[in-house]
């Protein structure tokens, strides 16, 4: 008989899952052991198919002898859907409510983790820049994805998707020329260098990394929604444990802070922008 898993018979799919994750973890250090089943056991069985593996024991072995498969299985493990302004109204509420109380602080700290290729870091830095924070402000973008944090830096996004993110910025509650935050070049769009200076990109994995210190804003949007709820569990606490008292913590439309270990820690400011403000230490 299977080995029980939450009341359930694992499957040999499921347990040659649970091996390979193993494996990853043990040669490579990152941590795909918590996150929801559901969705990682579909992005394998999708990688195995189209790299023309026969089983997954196959896959397991070959990551382990040869990093570059193991680089291949890395970027389809790691969804890095995003977009500038992505869903507008957080940017609006953010603006409206978030932005005047950091106005009051003579320095502010913001974190975005799970950046992705970067175009939540620009849109936040649009937003201080307009609101007259960018000369006292530092981001922090993280992700454990070096690849996308290479694109990240660079700043430069498909030009064709421009049309699409100066709606998205109008919707946000934007009122200047959006054309005036990049330079058109064939068909890219390059992020002007005065919105780059504020933002340090780096390396940090969630599942496994410590804290960011005395951070005034958090926000991880789009991201813990792939994590089952003993890792939702741990990145909520890092971040609790990375915000100053009276900071704020921003999460995607589907995330909540409900049911979760520090949901007392926290009050909910934006019910439908999942905006979160931290009461105490
Ligand atoms: C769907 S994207 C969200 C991007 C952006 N935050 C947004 O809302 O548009 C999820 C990002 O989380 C990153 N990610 C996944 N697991 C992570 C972890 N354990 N630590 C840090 N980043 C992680 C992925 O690499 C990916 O870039």
Known sequence: MNKVENGNHLTVDEIEIKLLLDAIFLKYGYDFRNYSRASIKRRITQHKTIAGYQKLSDLQHQILVEEPAFRKLLHDLSVNVTEMFRDPLFYKKFRTDIVPILQTYPFVRLWVAGCSTGEEVYSLAIILYE??????????????????????????????????????????????????????????????????????????????????????????RNVMIYFNRKLQNRVVTLFRDSLCTGGFLCLGKKETMKFLSCEKDFIEIADQERIYRKHKS
């Open 131 to 220: 609101e007259g924070l960018r000369e006292r402000c530092q981001i922090y973008a993280t992700d454990l994805n070096e690849s996308v944090l290479k694109r990240a830096k660079t700043g430069i996004f498909p030009i064709s998707k421009i049309k699409e993110y100066t709606t998205n910025y109008i919707q946000a509650g934007g009122s200047e020329q959006f054309s005036d935050y990049y330079t058109a070049r064939y068909d890219s769009a390059i992020m002007k260098k005065f919105l780059k200076d504020k933002i340090v990109f780096s390396s940090h994995n969630l599942a496994i990394d410590g804290v960011f210190n005395e951070m005034q804003v958090v926000t991880c």
